[in-house]
């Protein structure tokens, strides 16, 4: 408890500063939106009839996730992004009245998010340290587009095809107990210690039971409270407590048209 900084703010506390204060700071928000776009139209034939166009992303962005828990401490946590992707088209005019376009594109989302994984008790204040947990989101996915325009007549119909493969990727390290204390789970609520409190000042009213309950926790270090998510793998076995958990599932779709317009 020592290690925690004088409070600034007194009113905003639950007792107006008697007992309690309360902490105001500045905690800097950093946004960084770098992101990298390239693209190249190429002409294979010198009658424009064959065209190939590349496009290129790369992100380098990052943000604060959670801001720092106290003065001089660095942020909690940092969200990163660095998401990319490619794109090519390829445009064939095969005559005045067959058009073919050829589209591939491969985009791979990434986010992540560090964190501390360290298990800190709470004893209802604000912890030394914030427990915001790391994870990490790959979800690749490729697309396959092909569209046919041929003009015939008063016809113009078109066909084509669309395939989609979908990969959800994910990564959490938030396998970890918690301990806490909570006056809800004493013996009678903490009655005997407020009884006791109350004896000590020979019977004076105690303006928040609570406050009373709580402080002693904090000050005893008691823990009274356990609480986490169990995770199994698909063989029953329990994942061990501290290890990332895994997720991986995906999809693939496909969808295909043909249509006349009529003039």
């Known amino acids: 408890m ?10 905003a506390a639950s ?3 008697l007992n309690f204060n309360d902490l105001l700071f500045n905690a800097p928000n950093v946004v960084n939106d770098h992101a990298m776009v390239g693209r190249m139209d190429y002409n294979i034939d010198s009658a424009g009839r064959h065209t190939l166009m590349v496009r290129g992303t790369l992100n380098g962005a990052s943000q604060t996730g ?4 106290f003065p001089g401490q660095a942020a909690a946590s ?11 088209r390829y445009t064939a005019v095969i005559s005045s009245h067959l058009v073919n376009n050829l589209n591939y594109g491969s985009t791979r989302l990434g986010n992540s998010s560090t964190g501390n994984e360290s298990v800190i008790p709470s004893f209802g204040f604000t912890t030394l340290q914030a427990t915001s947990r790391p994870s990490q989101r790959d979800a690749p996915t490729t697309n396959i587009t092909d569209d046919l325009t041929w003009t015939k007549g008063r016809h113009t119909i078109q066909l084509g095809v669309n395939l989609r493969f979908i990969d959800n990727d994910k990564l959490s390290f938030s396998n970890v107990p918690n301990y806490s204390f909570n006056r809800n789970t ?3 609520l903490g009655n005997d210690i407020d009884n006791d409190i109350a004896a000590y000042l020979n019977g004076a009213a105690l303006a928040s039971t609570t406050n009373v309950t709580n402080a002693f926790g904090a000050i005893l270090g008691a823990i009274n409270n356990y609480g986490a998510t169990y995770n199994y793998l698909v063989n029953g076995q329990t994942i061990p ?3 990332p958990v895994t997720y991986n599932f995906g999809s693939s ?3 295909e048209y043909v249509q006349d317009t009529f003039r």
């Open 2 to 11: 020592q290690q925690y900084p004088q409070g600034n703010d007194p009113l």
């Open 15 to 17: 007792d107006k500063g």
């Open 66 to 69: 959670t801001t720092a828990q």
């Open 78 to 88: 940092q969200m990163l992004d660095n998401s990319r992707g490619v794109a090519v």
């Open 186 to 188: 004493l013996l009678g």
């Open 241 to 243: 407590f501290g290890q």
């Open 253 to 255: 779709q496909s969808e």
